[in-house]
Nanobody
Framework: VQLQASGGGLVQAGDSLRLSCAASGRTFRSYHMGWFRQAPGKERVFVAGTNWSGQLTYYADSVKGRFTISRDNAKNTVYLQMNSLKPEDTAVYYC????????????????WGQGTQVTVSS
């Protein structure tokens, strides 16, 4: 599967954004999906994940209650709805796919999208 992330941009604190990650190939529904982010000078970290059906979701504590991950298997797309954005959410956001669940360790993942920049101004 190949992934392409989109939807990033420059917003103000308190605004919302929705990221999308479109997957190519017919096997999308067989993958568990996740979103990660990497701020300048920092390591890539887990943000949110979901299982193949979208019925199970889990989040980093820093985004719980503000971000929502979802997927549409008919459209081969996973989303990250980000509300109440804060300046500390500024990062490049990446989607990832894996056959193992849950996704949480970037070093163990091999399938990545190209990243989309999210910048939140104060």
């Amino acid at each position: 599967v190949q992934l392409q992330a989109s939807g990033g941009g420059l917003v103000q604190a308190g605004d919302s954004l929705r990221l999308s990650c479109a997957a190519s190939g017919r096997t999308f529904r067989s993958y568990h999906m996740g979103w990660f982010r990497q701020a300048p000078g920092k390591e890539r970290v887990f943000v949110a994940g979901t299982n193949w059906s979208g019925q199970l979701t889990y989040y980093a504590d820093s985004v719980k209650g503000r971000f929502t991950i979802s997927r549409d298997n008919a459209k081969n797309t996973v989303y990250l709805q980000m509300n109440s954005l804060k300046p500390e959410d500024t990062a490049v956001y990446y989607c990832a796919a894996d056959s193992r669940y849950p996704l949480s360790r970037p070093a163990s993942l091999n399938v990545w999208g190209q990243g989309t920049q999210v910048t939140v101004s104060s």
